[in-house]
T-cell receptor
Framework: GAVVSQHPSWVICKSGTSVKIECRSL??????MFWYRQFPKQSLMLMAT?????????EQGVEKDKFLINHASLTLSTLTVTSAHPEDSSFYIC?????????FGPGTRLTVT | GESVGLHLPTLSVQEGDNSIINCAYS??????FIWYKQESGKGPQFIID?????DKRQGQRVTVLLNKTVKHLSLQIAATQPGDSAVYFC????????????FGKGTKLTVNP
């Protein structure tokens, strides 16, 4: 099946700094990518939908200035958590859509100290 | 295994038994539903899907049932094995300005040897 990768798989950063997470579709082109956030023992919550070459669409309650999404190519989307705070600590999962199928990455564990 | 609040409902079964995991979805216009398995620290893994014009779909050891009247979805796992232990999520494909997958709250399945 199609493969989606994320980098890094885990990251620890200090409060107030920014961190970038990459999502790549390795063997297919993804016109649409999605970013989810998952807190412990909870479900995946959709943060935003990004289409290649256009601005991301954010879900209600997600701050677009805090979670910057760039979908510069058909195989790469990035999520930048700006001015991170401990409450941003979470598991961030990206997903890439190819025609009608949607594939998920392995997730990135972010810990803000 | 209905979801209530923020705590994952749990289901514990003996190895070899059949498991039934339930899910209620929210949008009557959703046209496509997917069951995912998530192991600790990993991204969701596709199990089986069903379109809204079907009531039942079978895979290898798994069956998905869809009841659109009450907006209910279930996943049946036959001859459950210890390797089936994980959290299971249903997701619905919501149509609208842009399609997106929205996840249910999940059920933690524990298979006892």
């Amino acid at each position: 099946g199609a493969v989606v990768s994320q980098h890094p798989s885990w990251v620890i950063c200090k409060s107030g700094t920014s961190v970038k997470i990459e999502c790549r579709s390795l063997d297919f082109q993804a016109t649409t990518m999605f970013w989810y956030r998952q807190f412990p023992k909870q479900s995946l919550m959709l943060m935003a939908t990004s289409n290649e070459g256009s601005k991301a669409t954010y879900e209600q309650g997600v701050e677009k200035d805090k979670f910057l999404i760039n979908h510069a190519s058909l195989t790469l989307s990035t999520l930048t958590v700006t001015s991170a705070h401990p409450e941003d600590s979470s598991f961030y999962i990206c997903s890439a859509r190819s025609s009608r199928e949607q594939y998920f990455g392995p997730g990135t564990r972010l810990t803000v100290t | 295994g209905e979801s209530v609040g923020l705590h994952l409902p749990t289901l514990s079964v003996q190895e070899g038994d059949n498991s039934i995991i339930n899910c209620a979805y929210s949008n009557s216009a959703s046209d496509y539903f997917i069951w995912y398995k998530q192991e600790s620290g990993k991204g969701p893994q596709f199990i089986i899907d069903i379109r809204s014009n079907m009531d039942k779909r079978q895979g290898q050891r798994v069956t998905v049932l869809l009841n659109k009247t009450v907006k209910h979805l279930s996943l049946q796992i036959a001859a459950t094995q210890p390797g089936d232990s994980a959290v299971y999520f249903c997701a619905e494909n919501i149509q609208g300005g842009s399609e997106k997958l929205v996840f249910g709250k999940g059920t933690k399945l524990t298979v006892n040897p």
